[in-house]
């Protein structure tokens, strides 16, 4: 019997030997069997906190195991599993090391048992992931890393100030409930939301993920914003700001996705919008909506992975990944398959009756009704149909089945689009098979969430009004078809605040403040050598003085009076006379002083220092 | 098959209109609920204003052109 280790150091450790194997065939074994390892590492993993190590004076705990962290344990692993045989066909190591530290740092966060395990692989999670988004090598995939990593380390700073001002406060590591109110606790939940992608602080959402590889998106899907959901569970349930922000982001999601041209960045809107459902989950604090934003989580990660596959299956396929470049293409007759999967994760994420979304997102709104929050109540249910509107409708619409408008044309393609790899189409269809089946079998999802369920989202209400919902969903969409096509637009959101103010401080750096450093520098250079001539020969300094004083006051006499002409050749006598004294070097045989002085300074050193010594102790 | 696909998708709209006046409303929370059909009103203009509502949103500021950050 092989022991148990930390879910987290499986993957890690995958990360370091996954390079030192040279044999293709070899490596994509081992990537899909790091993830089954774990999966059964996480069978065998029993309740309870283990794994305690003492550093510093400090506990640091690496296995916390409850049923909370259990369910996203589960379905981080099963995604692992996805996305590497989504991912199978990359020949770059690179992406696939990335991978494994981004899931193993996202497993080690929701193992973590204290808060500074916690913050180690936060960090690790955020910098591991953004080598998904730099392997795609483009101008745009490199600036938008960038702003993703510094976004990050903002929010990851903001959380260690906060874990610091409340371990000093409270003495306490624990990574558990922390009371709301307070600069630590606003820290922490600043640096936490920033990695929810709530507004305002959710552009870098958006921003990186349609620019992050194929294959790496997928996995940036499931891992960051789903780990800080699971931390919020822990630390903020029932804080009511969250109810607002979270109702106020799944609408702001749709929204914008209206608008979006680039159809991974449209599915990326949509996350923000998802990630709202959960956020409000967790403010309600109830168990029924905390309940909810963890199946909610668990059915997002395999949809949206879903989703964001067959998208990456087009982009893959034409190369194209625009609404307004994939029109009028017929792609439903050259890739039916993807399509066919592409729209079970569709209605899975609009909560169609017997697919996975209908189970979870249904359990939050019922928890805002229960507590008679009628508008979050609406505000969640007008987001729903956005998200089946976009998702469900105009994105497959666009993108399979788009026709050129009037007056257009497109032009050739090179090569003719076909299905995708068949590893990428197993992913996709074991990603579906599963959303179907949390869909129909909702019992398997809710036997391992954190309370006990005492919710049927089958009754005849729920599904009548959820079809009733959709279908006029579709039937508005059926009048604005011709509105909704794509636009060659980009929208601007809130990354503006960083984007064009930073070429503006980039100017303002390499300008003035340049032109700044130079003169400082040149200053501080005469000073310099200034200084370096004058200690030659220190003991000429008061002569030196005297003359340089002398010569100043002298010529502005002369000039005051007007006969500067008249004396300029005095001038010059006492100016190569000041250079001459200047020139003097140090010459023992010359300078001889008696050796009484060296002691006389000495003694009022001496005496200075104890005055001040004494003065200092009364 | 188009034209086929419009047959049954105006005839589940009725479909599950018709039936959402005969089943008992449980549960109810608030008072909209009362309503029949309120999920269909609902979708329907809640779909029109997101359209509208970003679309106006968007044409007035939030659009720029692709290079505007270039």
Known sequence: MIDIVPPAFIFILGAILLPLLRERRLRQIFQLLIPLIAL?????????????????????????????????????????????????????????????????????????????????????????????????????????????????????????????????????????????????????????????????????????????????????????????????????????????????????????????????????????????????????????????????????????????????????????????????????????????????????????????????????????????????????????????????????????????????????????????????????????FLCILTGVYPKILYNILPYSVHFHPYTLNHVVGMMQLLLLTAAAFWLYIDKLGGEPKISVDTDWFYRKPGVLLLWFVSNPMQDLRLRLQSFFTKMVANVASLSKNPILLPEITVRYFYLKIISRLYQASDTYKDKADELKELESRLDAVKEMRYDENIYRRPIGLGVLIAIILLFLYGLIYFIRLR | MGRKLKYIFFISIAVSILVGFFIPSEHVHFWWEKIPAFDAIFGFLGCIVIVLGSKALGHHGIQKDEDYYD
């Open chain 1, 40 to 432: 059964i590492d996480l069978l065998y993993m029993p309740k309870g906190t283990y794994w305690v190590y003492n550093f510093l004076g400090y506990d640091l705990i690496l296995g916390r195991v409850d049923k909370l962290s259990m369910c996203f344990g589960y379905v981080f692993v099963i995604v692992a599993f996805v996305g590497m045989v989504y991912a199978l066909h990359v020949r770059e190591v690179g992406q696939h090391t990335a991978a494994f530290l981004y899931i193993g740092s996202a497993l080690g966060v929701v193992f973590a048992g204290d808060i500074f395990t916690l913050y180690v692989f936060w960090e690790i999670m955020a910098i591991s992931s953004v080598f998904l988004i730099w392997y795609q090598r483009d101008k745009a995939a490199l600036d938008a890393g960038f702003r993703y990593i510094m976004v990050h380390i903002f929010g990851g700073c903001a959380l260690l100030a906060g874990i610091i001002i409340h371990v000093s406060n409270t003495g306490s590591t624990n990574f558990g409930f922390i009371e709301y109110g307070g600069l630590a606790s606003q820290l922490i939940l600043l640096g936490f939301i920033i990695n929810a992608a709530v507004p305002p602080f959710h552009a870098w959402l958006s921003d990186a993920y349609p620019e992050a590889t194929v294959t790496g998106s997928v996995f940036l899907t499931a891992f960051t914003t789903k780990s800080t959901v699971y931390v919020l569970l822990r630390t903020f349930p029932g804080v009511e700001i969250l109810v607002w922000l979270g109702a106020i982001m799944a609408v702001y999601g749709v929204a914008y996705a209206v608008l979006e041209n680039d159809i991974r960045r449209l599915l990326a809107y949509h996350i923000i919008s998802q990630v709202g459902y959960m956020v409000a989950g967790v403010g309600l604090g109830t168990e029924m909506s905390m309940n909810g934003s963890t199946a909610h989580a668990f059915c997002h990660i395999l949809y949206k992975a879903l989703l964001f596959m067959g998208a990456g299956a087009v982009i893959y396929v034409t190369g194209r990944r625009k609404l307004t470049e994939l029109q009028g293409r017929n792609l439903y007759k050259k890739m039916p398959i993807a399509l066919s999967l592409y729209m079970i994760g569709a209605f899975s994420i609009s909560a169609v009756p017997l697919f996975n979304g209908f189970i979870s997102k249904t359990m939050v709104i019922a928890a805002s009704a229960e507590l008679d929050r009628p508008i979050i109540y609406l505000l969640l249910h007008l987001a729903s149909i956005g998200t089946f509107l976009h998702t469900g409708l105009k994105l497959p619409y666009g993108i399979w089945f788009g026709r050129v408008p009037k007056g257009e044309t497109i032009e050739e393609e090179e090569t003719e689009a076909t299905e995708p790899p068949l590893n990428m189409l197993i992913a996709m269809g074991m990603a579906a």
